[in-house]
């Protein structure tokens, strides 16, 4: 028997990995309280949401090439396959200084490329880490359904992670605000868009700081409003965002703004 | 070369021989296929998350076999008293300190290319349009570069020739434990921080001794990240020039004589 | 005869400690050496010293006409240790096969002589078994194949016959006296002073590091009235005063 155990401990370890991927599957038809949380929490204690974080600067690493710097604005996201200088990171290689550092630039990349559009899936895997083992990093939320809906096509993946997020982070504007766009702009559901814009709105604790925010949200609840028939509602809505703007601010939207309600009045 | 041949084949049958080599083969075929199963918001074939951790299992078990071989080999034949005999031999001790180097570092290759060969297996069944022969450009839709393939085992197998070297040169000045842990300890020190040692020793605030040995550790001590190609590989860049390869090929090479001349020394100098 | 094994004014310290003290002793071809010693008095030393494996001091060995610290003095010299430690994951047919090819044997030559000696030393039947499973006896036998696999001349042996039952002592005795009468030489230390007297041409007593008597069997006893080795070796050793 004490011969046979060297060999049946990796088959018993097989067996356990095996069924703890079947067991986590059913995870959410048990009732119970013994959640993944928990026991993600128990494993890896207060390092839970510094993994988390991790993961998803790993996750913004794999989105520019694998290498790591300063994250982009959200413009750049739209770019694919240009090739330019990342800003450096801290090790201090911007300029090769000796032979080491020479081969060190020849062997890493510190070039900035963003994923192919086929290839953008392979940020999903951190993106869903860094949500899972920090369900407190909103950024990581928004950004997972930003790419899920907005390039990979996967909506309703979009409006889990949402809701998931929401119910982590209850009253968090942003999240609210991400779900009211998928609801109206790509769901074409006007109920639920107005219910979340309303939501976000009420949500938004400093009103000064996320003013153009706030602008579109009211923009976007007078439309929502407009396509279900509330026209007095859609007009206080329009006019609220139109309030929100400064005496000399011009810009597009306003401009829209003021078009819908002149319409309306 | 007979002899060194003999006894490089003496450690390979040695890590075969060994729950070692089979402990991290299921770890690693346990972790990759697991890995593989999983799906991510119902969108399939995502596959860089996979080669990340593959390459990371497979470079660590790789190392770790190779080092704990390495170490053990000198004082073990001393321990045992097998090395009165084997030295009892036609066999000079140069002979004896090459073939135990380079039986260490072919037993940590073949565990290697085991390990590789899985997870290449495991990575193309997962990906969606493998490029064979994708000689250069990246993006191209395909998740494996051929090319960057071999590279990545090229240089990991250079990587192997110091740390085997190091290992075995070490093992005729430490015991086995200490061996073990010093040369793990310095090749993650080195692979972590090996880039930014000579901006340290630049730096006034730090103590003047720790500039000194920064700089010494920075220009002397074997830099493991020269052959650490997952960046490219696992995000098609383009692969290195041939010119960089033969460098770093005359690199390790260079590296693995100055280890095996140290343990030579000691051992020639040892009464046993 | 010449001599095969040549040692003169040999000293070998460890820690300032003087382990051989001037030694000097000649063994010619074809003949059995016994050497004998207490505990400590560098038996094992001197063996090792003769193998290339300890650095003289002062004074010089030659094995076959060669300094032992060239491997070329060592290609036609076989060696059984006292304890018979082997890779315990090998097979005696990979034990034999690593040490042959050692010898750079040509493979053929290596498959028969394998096959002899696994036939000689009675280990055929567990030829592709592990060394870890075996016994002390066996692994003694697998030792003592291992000493003969480059058909040596000279065959160097680290008390032989420790830890073995009397049957075999006696297949060991019978090995050695087919090797002498092959015309191989053969130098081996040993407490056991009745197989010493049964074997050897020649023998050394050596205590301190010191040969205290040496020459051949008949000469050492000469003058002695028992005529006994082992009542010669103790008032030998006792009275030597060193």
């Known amino acids: 028997m004490s011969k046979r155990l060297p060999m049946l401990l990796p088959a018993l370890f097989f067996l356990a990995a095996v069924l703890s991927y079947s067991i986590e599957k059913n995870f959410h038809k048990v009732e119970f309280s013994f959640n993944l949380d928990n026991s993600l929490y128990r494993i890896l204690g207060s390092a839970k949401e510094a993994i988390g974080d991790t993961l998803f600067l790993k996750a913004d690493a794999y989105l520019h090439g694998g290498v790591e710097g300063k994250s982009d604005s959200g413009e750049d996201l739209e770019k694919e396959g240009k090739i330019e200088e990342r800003e450096h990171s801290a090790s201090g290689l911007k300029t090769a200084s000796d032979w080491i550092a020479q081969v060190n630039d020849r062997v890493k990349v510190h070039e900035h490329r963003h994923l192919a559009k086929t290839q953008q899936k392979e940020i999903l895997p951190f993106i869903y880490w860094a949500t899972e083992l920090d369900p407190h990093n909103v950024e990581a939320v928004l950004t997972a359904a930003y790419w899920l809906d907005r390039h990979l096509g996967q909506t309703d993946s979009a409006v889990e992670v949402l809701a998931a997020g929401l119910r982590n982070n209850p009253g968090h504007w942003e999240i609210e605000q991400g779900l009211a766009d998928i609801y109206f702009k790509r769901k074409k559901d006007a109920i639920l868009g107005e219910r979340f814009y309303a939501k976000a709105i009420e949500d938004v604790k400093d009103k000064e700081k996320d003013r153009h925010s706030l602008i579109e949200l009211y923009y976007f609840l007078g439309e929502s409003r407009l396509s279900l028939k509330k026209k007095s509602g859609a007009l206080r809505a329009y006019q609220m965002a139109l309030a929100l703007y400064a005496a000399n601010e011009e810009n597009g939207l306003k401009v829209q703004i003021m078009e819908k309600i002149k319409e309306l009045s | ?272 | 005869m010449d001599s095969v094994i040549e040692i003169k004014d040999l000293v070998v310290s460890y820690r300032k400690k003087r382990a051989l003290d001037g030694l000097s002793l000649s063994v010619k071809r074809g003949e059995i050496f016994g050497f004998l010693g207490p505990n400590g008095a560098g038996k094992s030393t001197m063996i090792k010293t003769l193998l290339g494996l300890i650095h003289p001091d002062e004074g010089w060995v030659r094995l076959g006409g060669l300094s032992p610290l060239d491997p070329q003095a060592r290609v036609r010299v076989g060696f059984l240790p006292e304890e018979a430690n082997y890779y315990r994951f090998l097979s005696p047919v990979e034990l034999l096969s690593f040490y042959g090819e050692i010898f750079r044997l040509p493979v053929s030559v290596l498959k028969n002589r394998i096959e002899k000696l696994l036939s000689l030393v009675g280990l055929t039947e567990v030829r592709n078994k592990p060394i870890h499973t075996f016994s002390k006896g066996m692994a003694q036998k697998a030792s003592l194949a291992q000493a003969l696999i480059n058909n040596p001349e000279t065959l160097i042996l680290d008390e032989p016959t420790a830890g073995l039952d009397p049957l075999a002592r006696m297949d060991l005795r019978k090995i050695l006296t087919d090797l002498k009468e092959e015309g191989k030489t053969l130098f081996f230390s040993s407490h056991e002073l009745s197989e010493v007297e049964l074997l050897c041409d020649s023998i050394a007593i050596i205590k301190s590091g010191k040969i205290i008597k040496s020459g051949s069997l008949h000469e050492v006893l000469e003058g002695d009235k028992d005529q006994n080795l082992e009542r010669f070796f103790l008032k030998t050793v006792k009275g030597s005063g060193l």
């Not at chain 2, 250079?158 to 040369?183: D, E, H, R």
């Not at chain 2, 020793?201 to 000194?212: D, K, S, T």
């Open chain 2, 1 to 272: 070369m007979s002899a060194i041949g003999a006894l490089s084949k003496l450690l390979i049958k040695e890590i075969f021989r060994k729950k070692d080599f089979y402990v991290a083969l299921i770890l690693i075929g346990v972790i990759l296929f697991y890995a593989s199963s999983l799906n991510f918001y119902h969108v399939g074939n995502a596959v860089r998350y996979l080669m990340e951790i593959g390459l990371m299992l497979i470079y660590l078990f790789s190392v770790i076999l190779t080092v704990s071989l390495a170490a053990r080999q000198y004082p073990s034949e001393i321990q045992n008293r097998t090395c009165q005999v084997l030295l009892a031999k036609p066999l000079s001790r140069f002979e004896f300190v090459a073939g135990k180097f380079i039986g260490s570092f072919l037993a940590g290759a073949a565990s290697f290319l085991i390990f590789y060969l899985i997870f290449l297996g495991v990575t193309w069944h997962k990906a969606e349009t493998p490029q064979l022969f994708d000689m250069a450009a990246p993006s191209h839709g395909g998740a494996l570069s051929w090319i960057l393939a071999f590279q990545a085992a090229y240089l990991f197998l250079l990587n192997l020739w110091v740390i085997a070297s190091m290992a075995s040169g070490f093992s005729y000045y430490l015991t086995t434990s200490a061996n073990v842990s010093i040369s793990l300890v310095l090749y993650v020190l080195i692979n972590t921080y090996g880039p930014g040692l000579n901006s340290v020793g630049a730096q006034h605030a730090v103590p003047v001794l720790f500039q000194i040995m920064a700089k010494i550790f920075y220009y002397f001590l074997p830099h493991f990240e020269f052959f650490d190609l997952r960046q490219r590989f696992i995000h098609a860049w383009e692969p290195v020039s041939g010119g960089l390869l033969l460098f770093l090929t005359a690199y390790a090479l260079v590296y693995a004589f100055i280890f095996l001349i140290l343990g030579w020394m000691k051992l020639e100098k040892t009464s046993l």
